[in-house]
């Protein structure tokens, strides 16, 4: 329970996507991912596995983590979906990857598997646009994630650990083929929807300095024993107006 099918409209040619939703409160707040919703300008919703279609706003988006939430008009008493710890999986936790797979807009589909990999970072590619972008801090599965599932929830004891972002196929050393799905933690996606709900993006916070990567010979001419961690190659001046004219908070 607690997810939605999104059909979003892009440009003027009309054309389409499809995704899924997870739906946070019963009057229509729907987490969902950033490029499922990117550039769109009509959305239509639709309760999974039901005939109920609602009209939808973006409310905002973090693209750095390939989040998004929108507001499904006229909308109330939705059921929602229950939230777990992404903080407490571990590596070989059995998940279920559930969302609109292959954009059929029907009821929910569900794949198991179980947790491969944690604080992954991947190239994701869109493929109805072909844009990328870096994505971190993601849990791996090997549920057979297809495109549509964006969006959509990976769950585990029946609560939500993370977003379905991404999906990827490839083959084993023995010739075979295997599905990579990737999530985004959930306890990460709701530290961002505050922002998100009252300003439409992410506020981040910004140190005013420039950085650069330690590298052996550096450690050696500092006189450090250690080639971790970064050195500060300059201060920002005036970093209160910098940060203003940039969107961040020193």
């Known amino acids: 329970k607690g997810l939605v099918n999104i059909q979003s409209t892009v440009g003027y040619d009309g054309s389409s996507a499809a995704g899924t939703g997870v739906v946070l409160t019963s009057d229509g707040i729907v987490l969902t991912n950033h490029h499922v919703i990117a550039g769109a300008t009509s959305l239509s919703v639709a309760v999974a596995g039901t005939t109920t279609n609602y009209a939808a706003d973006v409310i905002g988006y973090d693209a750095t983590h390939d989040i998004g939430v929108i507001k499904l008009r006229n909308a109330s008493g939705l059921a929602t979906a229950p939230l777990g710890d992404s903080n407490t999986v571990k590596i070989g936790d059995a998940v279920v990857g559930t969302g609109n797979a292959g954009g059929g807009n029907g009821a929910p589909i569900h794949a198991a598997g179980t947790v491969t990999g944690l ?76 922002d998100l709900r009252a300003k439409g993006h992410v506020t981040r916070g910004w140190l005013g300095v420039q950085i650069q990567s330690m590298t052996p010979d550096m450690a050696a001419s500092l006189g450090q024993s250690s080639e971790k961690g970064a050195i500060v190659a300059s201060v920002i001046e005036d970093m209160k107006q910098a940060a203003d004219a940039n969107g961040y908070i020193v």
């Open 119 to 194: 604080g992954k970072s991947i190239t994701a590619m869109d493929s109805a646009n072909g844009a990328s972008e870096q994505l971190t801090n993601l849990i791996e599965t090997d549920a057979d994630i297809q495109p549509g599932d964006s969006g959509g929830a990976l769950a585990s004891n029946d609560k939500v650990i993370g977003i379905v972002t991404a999906g990827s196929t490839g083959n084993s050393d023995s010739g075979s083929s295997h599905t990579d799905g990737f999530a985004i933690p959930i306890n990460l996606a709701h530290d961002l929807i505050p």
